[in-house]
C-alpha cells in the first residue's frame, strides 16, 4: 500500500510540474564578446588616437624622444583593435550567419 500512495504522489508531482519549452538558441562563434566588452573597445579607439596627437605635438615642441616610434605603435595598436572590432561585428551579425 505504501507504493501506491508514492506512486500516486509522483504522479500529482508530475501533473503541476509546469512543461518545459524548448527554445532554439542562436550557435554561438568564437568570435563573440558582450556588448560592454565591444563598447569599451570602441572608446579606446576612439581616444587612442587623441593621445597619439598629443604626445607627438608634445615632442616635437619640447624635444621628447621617441615621437614617431610612439606614434607609430600606437597607429598599429588602433588598427589591430579596429580589425577584432570588425571581426567581431561580422561574427554577430545573423546576416552573415544566415548566409553560411
Given at each position: 500500500?505504501a507504493?501506491?500512495k508514492?506512486?500516486?504522489?509522483?504522479?500529482?508531482v508530475?501533473?503541476?510540474?509546469?512543461s518545459?519549452?524548448?527554445v532554439?538558441?542562436?550557435?554561438?562563434?568564437?568570435?563573440?564578446?558582450?556588448?560592454?566588452?565591444?563598447?569599451v573597445?570602441k572608446?579606446?579607439?576612439a581616444?587612442?588616437?587623441?593621445?597619439?596627437?598629443?604626445?607627438?605635438?608634445?615632442?616635437?615642441?619640447?624635444?621628447?624622444?621617441?615621437?614617431?616610434?610612439?606614434?607609430a605603435t600606437?597607429?598599429a595598436?588602433?588598427?589591430?583593435?579596429?580589425g577584432?572590432?570588425?571581426?567581431?561585428?561580422?561574427?554577430?551579425?545573423?546576416?552573415y550567419?544566415?548566409?553560411?
Amino acid at each position: 500500500m505504501a507504493t501506491k500512495k508514492s506512486s500516486e504522489v509522483k504522479q500529482k508531482v508530475y501533473k503541476k510540474a509546469p512543461s518545459k519549452k524548448v527554445v532554439e538558441q542562436e550557435p554561438k562563434s568564437i568570435f563573440s564578446i558582450s556588448n560592454s566588452a565591444y563598447d569599451v573597445i570602441k572608446k579606446i579607439v576612439a581616444i587612442l588616437p587623441l593621445f597619439t596627437a598629443l604626445y607627438v605635438a608634445l615632442a616635437n615642441i619640447w624635444g621628447w624622444g621617441f615621437g614617431e616610434q610612439i606614434d607609430a605603435t600606437i597607429t598599429a595598436i588602433i588598427a589591430f583593435l579596429n580589425g577584432l572590432l570588425g571581426v567581431f561585428m561580422l561574427a554577430s551579425s545573423k546576416v552573415y550567419r544566415n548566409s553560411k
